[in-house]
């Protein structure tokens, strides 16, 4: 007789290497991101849009923690390189896209923008997880970047926290909006525009 398989609970957690939990706060951070902003579009109490904007950096932080702990206990993995990528677009992604939406950038052409920029930092990952090998010529370790990172975003993220600092937010966003064909775009939004490009590009950044 076949005797059963069990399946033990909790058996996909207990294979997470250590850095692999700060993945996950990583992306954990990322959500919290997106709870203050929909909180502050509830609410209209700016401290939310100062709370996601902290939450982004401290996702840079714990995204940069578990790439060093990886390498200090010599212990990388598919999984731990695929989990890596969700947590990114979660933090640096979407999180940005949607604090810029919180803050007024909600015209159609800022959601055609914000939608695009999202979508460059998916393929911008995906990109690199295909190409890693080759990036590091044959090494244990890229050697440079095709396209800008993903986290740099969170230089995006600090124009909308100084903006929220100042009370720029929603109808007094910097440098205003037009109108094309009876649609809203806000200027500001561009800079996500170029953001999106510059990850999607192949311009070659030396990784420190």
Known sequence: MKTKKRHKPFA??????????FTLANAVCGTGALFSMLTYLQTSD????????????ASLIFDILDGRIARWRQKNSIMG???????????????????AYGCGMQGLYDRI?????????????????VTAD????????????EGTPIPTSL????????????GALRESLWFGHV?????????????????GSLMISRIRFPKF
């Open 12 to 21: 996909m957690i207990r294979e997470f290497q250590l850095a692999d939990w």
């Open 46 to 57: 700016v401290s939310h849009v100062y709370f996601a904007c902290g939450l982004v950096l």
């Open 81 to 99: 390189r695929e989990l890596d990528s969700l947590a990114d677009v979660i933090s640096f992604g979407v999180a940005p896209a949607v604090i």
């Open 113 to 129: 923008i914000l939608t695009y920029f999202v979508a460059c930092g998916v393929s911008r990952l995906a990109r690199y997880n």
């Open 134 to 145: 080759e990036l590091s010529e044959g090494g244990s370790k890229v050697k440079y970047f």
């Open 155 to 166: 230089l995006l993220v600090f124009v909308m926290f100084l903006a929220a600092g100042q």
């Open 179 to 195: 109108m094309f064909a009876g649609f809203t775009l806000h200027p500001l939004v561009l800079m996500f525009a170029l953001s």
